[in-house]
């Protein structure tokens, strides 16, 4: 039986990327491809891509149920809030009724991140840390934040599975980290954490270290990240049967660098357009903490210094396996978002809305 596809999130950077690669993918027969909008705009946007626009209210329950119901949804990509769970949930219930109703597997393919399998979230960070460690999903589990405000979203991870395992959803946690790369959707082009570093360089004219020692975190370019995307929709759509629920994370990396390294890269790019005094990267104190909180504007339950060191800094030992065994293979090695800095720099300054 083929799958009606909703991707949520299409104006944003991984979910535009998505879209606007889907098509072109050779993938395996499949019904209708859905995506959320909010807009007439957005709605005409997805429609070059083959896609058909629904407008409904994510956060209610009877509205997500009806629905996935009426256009027969069995694969939902999530990339919309991944802190908090509700949203989440409603999908898999509705997933659970199309299930029962047609006897086919569903699938809902949460889009977590990064720092929830850092130090950020109480992860281990003493070794790599495998996409496809048969205990992540118990490490997950155990986890305490000791930033407390990402005990949230590691708690959301926990409920995603464990509420789709109840209801036989098969759920996935893709787990995108440092993306960059131009993002090819109609919406928004550019990253989070690249636009982070250069936000806050441009608010203190100088680029910080927020670290005391050299840690380092996985990169992926924005069309390896997608590709990762589409190869497990292909297994899905082939009856691949790939991993899901409790052995279902899926992280897309070639591997890490050290953020020393990137801010180094960074910093060079910002001063050579005299954005910055100088290319010198110096270790931040509070003062500079405080000042670099003001550009990236922390949420009112973060303290500032905590919000800066989870935007620009930290540790993440998260290490991708679980692709290479879908036959995911990365066109970019992990130096080259040190070697393609300049340009990235180039595309934030353009599209930086202050």
């Known amino acids: 039986m083929s799958h009606n596809i909703l991707i949520t999130g299409g104006s944003g950077y ?13 993938l395996p027969p499949y019904g209708k491809l859905y995506a959320l909008v909010r807009t007439n705009e957005q709605a005409a946007a997805v429609k070059q891509y083959g896609a058909e626009p629904l407008a409904f209210n994510i956060q209610d329950e009877a509205t997500v149920r009806d629905t996935v119901l009426k256009h027969g949804i069995s694969v939902v990509f999530y990339l919309v809030d991944p802190f908090f769970s509700a949203a989440q949930v409603h999908f898999i219930n509705a997933l659970a009724e199309i299930k029962k109703t047609t006897g086919k597997d569903v699938h809902f393919l949460h889009t977590s991140g990064a720092k929830i399998f850092s130090s950020h979230a109480g992860a281990p960070t003493d070794k790599p840390l495998l996409d496809n460690d048969p205990h992540l999903y118990d490490i997950q589990k155990s986890q305490k934040a000791p930033i407390g405000f990402m005990q ?15 209801h036989g959803v098969r759920s996935y946690i893709f787990v995108p980290c440092i993306v960059y790369g131009k993002g090819e959707g109609f919406g928004n082009p550019i990253s989070i954490q690249t636009v982070a570093i250069i936000r806050a360089a441009k608010a203190m004219k100088r680029v910080y270290r927020v670290d005391s020692d050299q840690p380092t975190w996985p990169v992926c370019h924005i069309v390896d990240n997608t590709t990762l995307y589409i190869e497990l929709l292909r ?21 890490s660098v050290s953020w020393d390294d990137l801010y180094a890269a960074i910093a060079t790019a910002l001063a050579r357009r005299n954005i910055i005094e100088d290319d010198s990267v110096v270790v931040a104190n509070d003062e500079n903490f405080d000042g670099m909180a003001k550009a990236l504007k922390p949420p009112q339950q973060a303290s500032p210094k905590e919000w800066v060191k989870m935007s620009i800094g930290g540790k993440c030992t998260f290490t ?10 990365p066109q970019y090695s992990p130096s080259h978002i040190l070697e393609d800095a300049d340009a990235e720099v180039e595309l934030v300054l353009q599209n930086l809305k202050d």
């Open 14 to 26: 991984l979910g535009g990327t998505l879209l606007a690669r889907i098509g072109a993918a050779g």
């Open 152 to 166: 949230t979203p590691t708690e959301t991870n926990n409920i995603v599975i464990k509420e789709a395992e109840r």
């Open 320 to 329: 991708a396996q679980h692709g290479y065994d879908l036959g995911w293979k």
């Open 235 to 255: 297994k899905i759509l082939s009856g691949g049967n790939p991993d899901y629920g409790k052995n279902g994370y899926y992280l897309a990396s070639p591997g």
